[in-house]
């Protein structure tokens, strides 16, 4: 019987690009290959409120990324490509391992152009007592039929939205095809998980939006907002972003190579009153810890 993990790994069409190279022999344009790369596990105090908790979110920090954001703040892990390829059995392990260090849930950070592998794993782990949730941390830049292959694995998708039109997504990500892409992700993704429910101040399962502020483009928020609003309702919960700071490729591009200001993000914040959104998170300008639960 043919190995499946082969069969997507042969002519991986995963992703947006849908490059169609074998990965055994030649990387995507994410940069992976045909083994799960991974930059490190651990427990992570910074994300959510109802993500981390008290006892840190059981992060896996997956290397290379389907995106090239010139402003990334993780370019080492997700352009550079650092980290130890891992199996399917060690990654099982990770996530048996870090429940076990008191972990919330199992939160498995940028994994799309490794959804085969991170499917079976979680499979794995599941079959070895893994019981809390699992969170699929992403950029949404993903395809529905792929993310498919997660459908009663995972139970919280955790999703950003960067951009709404294709022309920014090309200058910033060189991803044109991104905001068609993210909306059809993110449809799937409610599909699976619906809305957020949340026990004892821990999220179980649901979708949280992620929309990370820009400079300069931060109009662009209400344009998503509306979006979500019309295709999802003002019930969906948001985390609103203002951790943003030029690094990396930033200089490039003058435009971005500033943080955001307090009156673009206060404006950001009229956008989701304007709109009717109650549910979510908010952070300090320029923090990318504190996060202030339930934004009503």
Known sequence: MPDPMNTYMNC????????????????????????????????????????SGT??????????????????????????????????????????????????????????HFTPQAAEAIRLAKAKGLTVPVVWNSNAYEKPETLRM????????????RYFDSATAERYSDAPSYPDRAKEAILEMHRQAGRLKIRDDIATNGLIIRLLVL?????????ILAWIRDALGNETWISLMGQYYPVHRSCEFPEINRSITVTEYEECLGYLDELGFENGFIQEVGSCADYTPDFA
């Open 55 to 112: 006892g840190g979110s059981g992060t896996i920090f997956f290397s290379h990324c389907a995106m090239r954001c010139v402003y990334c703040q993780n370019y080492r892990i997700s352009h550079e490509g650092r980290g130890t390829e891992r199996t399917v059995e060690e990654l099982a392990a990770m996530m048996v391992e870090l429940q076990e260090a008191g972990a919330h849930n199992v939160n498995l950070v940028t994994a799309s």
């Open 150 to 161: 997660l459908e009663g694995l995972v139970d919280i998708y955790l999703p950003d939205f």
């Open 215 to 223: 400079p300069g483009i931060h109009e662009t928020v209400r344009d």
């Open 12 to 51: 991986c069409v995963l992703c947006p690009r849908e490059c169609g190279v074998d990965r055994h022999s030649t990387p995507g344009y994410c940069g992976g290959g045909a083994a799960a790369r991974v930059n490190l596990h651990r427990l992570h105090f910074w994300e959510e409120p109802v993500i």
